[in-house]
């Protein structure tokens, strides 16, 4: 029998359950979108009410494997190279030379939290091969990390349509990418080799806390899916993994005035900057 609408309890009960998982919210539009996902996955499982899917999230001896499963298909994982390239020039300007001078040290890690398929930490190993920063000497270490499995596998096999070059010149997109047989375009193996990509969930504090000692965190375009309280336990979250002197880069529409009150804010003339100090 066909799942008829998803009542406003259902609703209730599901989007809490999601929230609490993972600070993912959904009102207005995103509601009828979450409606639609949720009610595709259950009669994919094959189960025969929004109810009887709740009680499998809660207690299953699955339900860890399904709520991963179910929150891969309501992210939304939009990305692409070059995004937002104010960020790099301030990364390359003025927080890598400020590292080595104030750390006395080459030695780098960059955390992409919630890094989708890959484009943004890509955009980053392509420009420290660029500005020749691998061959100077320096050890950067670049971690992705994402909630969605689905878009962690894609950035591990790194290959990319069109769209993921909309702001890409075509020296960079000939240079580093090789077009395939259907009509993707693979990245170069080397800048692969300069990724690393794990699953985390900003939301949970165990998985957090395994990352510590980082010097810049790039966290673009996800807050803006959280309410205030889970934007707040992210971003403090990220304040104790990062080194003193560690900075924190959020998307360019994104802000954390009235979240926190524990960065420093550095205004530079196109982006805010949050510095742990
Ligand atoms: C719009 S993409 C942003 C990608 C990239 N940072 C950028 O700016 O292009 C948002 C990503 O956040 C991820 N995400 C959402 N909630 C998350 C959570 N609780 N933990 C980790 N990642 C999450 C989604 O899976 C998605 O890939």
């Not at 990062?242 to 009235?258: A, D, P, R, V």
Request: with cysteine; hydrophobic share 40%; aromatic share 14%.
């Amino acid at each position: 029998m066909a799942l008829t609408q998803m009542t406003e309890e259902e609703f209730k009960l599901l989007s809490d359950l999601i929230y609490s998982y993972c600070g993912l919210t959904f009102t207005g539009s995103q509601k009828i979108l979450f409606n639609k996902r949720v009610k595709t996955r259950v009669e994919k499982i094959r189960l025969s009410s929004f109810k009887e899917y709740y009680q499998f999230l809660k207690f299953d001896i699955k339900k860890e494997q399904e709520i991963k499963e179910l929150v891969d298909i309501l992210t939304v994982n939009e990305t692409f190279f070059f995004r937002e390239t104010a960020q790099f020039d301030i990364l390359f300007d003025q927080i890598l030379p400020e590292i080595e001078q104030v750390n006395k040290s080459k030695t780098v890690k960059i955390w992409s939290a919630a890094c989708s398929t890959g484009a943004e930490p890509y955009t980053l190993a392509i420009l420290l091969n660029e500005k020749n920063y691998y061959k100077n000497g320096w050890n950067i270490e670049i971690v992705g990390t994402d909630i969605s499995m689905s878009a962690l596998d894609e950035a591990k096999k790194a290959q990319y349509s069109e769209a993921a070059f909309r702001s890409t010149t075509p020296d960079i997109k000939n240079k580093y990418f090789t077009k395939t047989s259907d009509g993707l375009f693979q990245l170069d193996a080397g800048i692969i080799s300069k990724v690393s990509f794990k699953y985390l969930n900003l939301l949970n504090d165990s998985q957090m806390k395994m990352y510590r000692n980082i010097n810049i965190i790039f966290c673009r375009n996800v807050l803006i899916y959280f309410d205030n309280d889970a934007k707040q336990k992210v971003v403090e979250n990220f304040y104790s993994s990062l080194t003193n002197n560690g900075y924190l880069l959020i998307g360019q529409s994104e802000s954390l005035f009235k979240i926190t009150k524990l960065y420093k804010l550095v205004p530079t003339a196109k982006v805010l900057l949050y510095k742990k100090d």
